[in-house]
């Protein structure tokens, strides 16, 4: 059974820092692509970040480019996301998924259950 | 960036009635498509790729369609465990975007 497991959420004050990490069983991990998604409060779904299955090429949109760093561990089957010089848009939970990608499709097939992050004062 | 048109935003049907949800992509995507539902409190889970594939363990009354760049979610006779959002999103291209939702409830 595929499991992602998310941890390291929290409350950080904005500028500040924050590193969630995504266990993941059940599954070959380093041969997938992996991604975070992020749900803000009462909002919609927004993509924030994936990497590739050796972890050289990574992808973000404009929103959190700079910020935000995606990263892997394919021996201890981990993703990671660290994200610096918080704001207080990017409060929501947090979301690991497996990014399956083919010939002609993609997709996020499996999700972890979600971390809160709270960018507060 | 592409952007995903999706309607209705909110949707209310009654048990077993058909209902259908329909995004429009803003350029041509092929058939880089996935539907995904949120139960509420839950996290997304998929339910298709590929614009019409159904993933494993998804009921059959849930089905994908195309039409150029539109793409339709249908649900052929809801059930009371079929309530919750629905999301479509894009793969083709980065960023990968997501519709803004449609939130399906019970009349």
């Known amino acids: 059974e595929v499991q992602l497991v998310e941890s390291g959420g929290g409350l950080v004050q904005p500028g500040r820092s924050l590193k969630l990490s995504c266990a993941a069983s059940g599954f070959t991990f380093s041969n997938y692509y992996m991604a975070w998604v992020r749900q803000a409060p009462k909002k919609g779904l927004e993509w924030v970040a994936t990497i590739s299955t050796s972890g050289s090429r990574t992808y973000y949109p404009d929103s959190v480019k700079g910020r935000f760093t995606i990263s892997r561990d394919n021996a201890k089957s981990s993703l990671y996301l660290q994200m610096n010089s918080l704001k207080s848009e990017d409060t929501a939970t947090y979301y690991c998924?497996?990014?399956?990608?083919?010939?002609?499709?993609?997709?996020?097939?499996?999700w972890g259950q979600g971390v809160m992050v709270t960018v507060s004062s | 960036d592409i952007q995903m048109t999706q309607s209705p935003a909110s949707l209310s049907a009654s048990l077993e009635e058909i209902v259908t949800i329909t995004c429009q992509a803003s350029?041509?995507?092929?058939?880089?498509l996935a539907w995904y539902q949120q139960k509420p409190g839950k996290s997304p889970q998929l339910l298709i790729y590929?614009?019409?594939s159904l993933a494993d363990g998804v009921p059959s009354r849930f089905s994908g369609s195309r039409s150029g760049t539109q793409y339709s979610l249908k649900i052929s006779r809801l059930q009371v465990e079929d309530i919750g959002i629905y999301y479509c999103?894009?793969?083709?291209?980065?960023?990968?975007?997501f519709g803004a939702g449609t939130k399906l409830e019970l009349k």
């Open positions: 350029q041509d995507i092929g058939n880089w």
């Open positions: 590929g614009a019409t």
């Open positions: 998924a497996r990014f399956n990608i083919g010939t002609t499709t993609a997709y996020f097939d499996y």
């Open positions: 999103q894009q793969a083709s291209s980065a960023p990968y975007t």
